[in-house]
């Protein structure tokens, strides 16, 4: 336990505060499992583990005497906070999320794992300081920042955001294919040293099977780099709605494979071309034994 405590020296080399080191805490690490819990059994005790853990780090910090600011640290989601597309669940089907008033009195308490900057349930101090950089598209739009702390002997007396400037540029574009090639075009004439990060939708009532390709053409000469390319949720519906209302045997074999790839966002069209040349020597291979 006194391992997880340390003592954090100010510029002049004189003791500042105290941090209780607590990373991501894993259940087989703070939690015995027990035959016949049920779910909300198994919730209440990791819950109820992990606050004894903070509990005892803090109780240690205070042990050791010293008339210092007490910091925590943590690596969980809590209750209410805002996420973004890139957040895991790290308590799979245990916790959702744990609750601010299980934390000690701490000075402050500096979480990770949202990637957001925010405060935890309205209090000054317990805060996630979110990611330095974006970590998706959905966090485009959102001033990155790291926390500068006062923090004296009688606690935390200021909490100063400090702005993170963003070092690759990033951008979601929307639209028809036809709407993605008129803002494409404004890359043309761009002075950048990166290339800029897209995130493409395209919105369009046409199956365009060769998207991936007609978007490569669109960008082969342009200073970016296409990390995401998606239809719109609308259309990836239709699409499946549209093979539901016909028939097998208005389709080749060829065009029911060719749209079920379609449909997969993260084939690359070297693996569409590869999985289409397994697939149609499959398939002759099958033809020549009838």
């Known amino acids: 336990e006194k391992d997880d405590v340390l003592l954090l020296n100010t510029r002049q080399g004189e003791p500042g505060a105290l941090l209780c080191a607590i990373p991501y805490l894993r259940p087989r690490d703070i939690l015995r499992s027990r035959a016949g819990q049920s779910g909300r059994d198994k919730q209440t005790s990791l819950l109820e583990a992990i606050a004894h853990h903070y509990q005892q780090r803090f109780t240690a910090a205070q042990a050791l005497g010293h008339a210092l600011p007490i910091i925590a640290t943590g690596h969980l989601t809590t209750v209410g906070v805002s996420q973004s597309d890139s957040v895991r669940d790290i308590y799979i089907g245990t916790l959702d999320a744990f609750p601010a008033s299980a934390f000690p009195a701490a000075d402050y308490i500096a979480l990770g794992h949202i990637h957001r900057a925010q405060r935890v349930a309205g209090s000054e101090h317990i ?128 065009e029911v494979f060719a749209r079920r790839l379609a449909l997969d966002e993260e084939l690359q069209p070297e693996q569409i071309a590869e999985m289409t040349t397994l697939f149609r020597q499959t398939l002759a291979a099958m033809e020549e034994t009838q």
């Open 127 to 254: 805060r996630y300081s979110g990611s330095p950089i974006p970590l998706s598209f959905d966090e485009l739009g959102t001033e990155k920042s790291v926390f500068l702390l006062e923090l004296t002997t009688s606690g935390l007396q200021s909490v100063t955001p400090l702005v993170v400037p963003q070092a690759q540029p990033m951008q979601v574009l929307k639209g028809s294919l036809a709407q993605i090639a008129e803002q494409l075009n404004a890359f043309s004439t761009a002075e950048q040293e990166k290339p800029t990060w897209l995130d493409i939708e395209v919105t369009t009532q046409e199956y365009l099977s060769d998207l991936q390709r007609q978007v490569e053409t669109l960008t082969a000469t342009l200073p970016v780099e296409v990390l995401l390319l998606r239809r719109s949720r609308e259309q990836r519906q239709q699409s499946l709605a549209r093979l539901d209302n016909e028939t097998l045997s208005e389709l080749k074999v060829e």
